[in-house]
């Protein structure tokens, strides 16, 4: 006699175990498809701050093409804060119907799309990313930072905001995240790395101030918490607010890597939701051991020791590595850089590398591959 029960597990309609790199991703109410993002890359390609074609084609082809996330490029909260005269920006309403096209475009096709607000600080008025990266000889406007230290050779002295002056950069951020929430981004990122304002008050080797904006960590950190504050007054509670940060400026006596994870349990506190951990840029004469995977254990340490969600960033350019950092909780989602600028699919090229389904597009069903 058969001493199996009347009802047996359905084990043959149960989906195979997928590598984790194509699990969903839970940020409160958003839910990524995978765990895929495209980094946040300048295009130098914005006139007096407006997303033009080339955006829309730029980020709409990486939404088609399998990414859960596609963060927009460093998008000026100020005209003084961009980088260069071509950077996308964000503080006039004129900005907002041209990315909102990018981002009604990402979500009918099952992307996320956030948009990364930012603020040159001394690294501003510089060429485009394929010109010179010192201050124009013409057309150069003045910047700001916490101290009136230039960043490096051919950079103009920058001037030292006062305490009025830190304020209006808040309250720029803040009115930014509102002109991002009429845009209709489900994300948001602040960036606060790679030397740009942000990170400028934070790290000692640019921040020089004897004030409530200098000196101890708590004030080295002040400004960048404010601005989580002040945003998280405009931004929805149940879409998610991520930052970018630099683990380490690679500098002895900049900032480190214990403050990090110490910043990171601070702003979890506040509202952040995930931590885009990258490094450097506070100083050109950095000596940075790139390679693959070199930023990686900075993003589990702040995921283990902070008890944050984390995305890896640097040199991840293989469907199997991506999947190794993941499976080996190492970091909760990957974002991809130079990979997906050589491949706008490569989120549907992982997929199949690694044998997992993946959703392609209707009109580019004839093109899925068969094994």
Known sequence: MSTLPDTLPEYHNRKPIMPQLFDTLKLRDIVLKNRIGMSPM?????????AADWHFVHYGSRAIGGAALIIIEATAVVPEGR????????????????LARVARFAEEHGCVAAVQLAHAGRKASVGLGWESQRTLKVGAWPTVAPSALPFGEGFAVPQALDEN???QVISQFAAAAARAREAGFKALEIHAAH?????????????LRTDAYGGSFENRTRLTREVVSAIRTEW???LPLLIRLSATDWEEGGWTADETVELCRALKGLGVDLVDVSSGGSTPTARIPVAPNFQVGFATRVRNEAGIAVAAVGLITEP???DHIIRSEQADMVLIGRGILRNPHWPM??????????????PYQRAVPVD
């Open 165 to 167: 002056g830190i304020h």
């Open 42 to 50: 300048c295009q130098y390609s914005a006139h007096d701050g407006v």
């Open 83 to 98: 980088i260069s005269l071509g950077d996308l920006g964000i503080w006039d309403d004129k900005h907002i119907e041209p």
């Open 236 to 238: 929805p509670e149940r």
């Open 349 to 362: 090229a992982a997929a199949h590398t690694l044998k997992q389904s993946a959703t392609w597009p209707l």
């Open 320 to 322: 199997e590595q991506a």
């Open 195 to 207: 030397g740009y304002l942000l990170h400028q008050f934070m790290s000692p080797l640019s921040n």
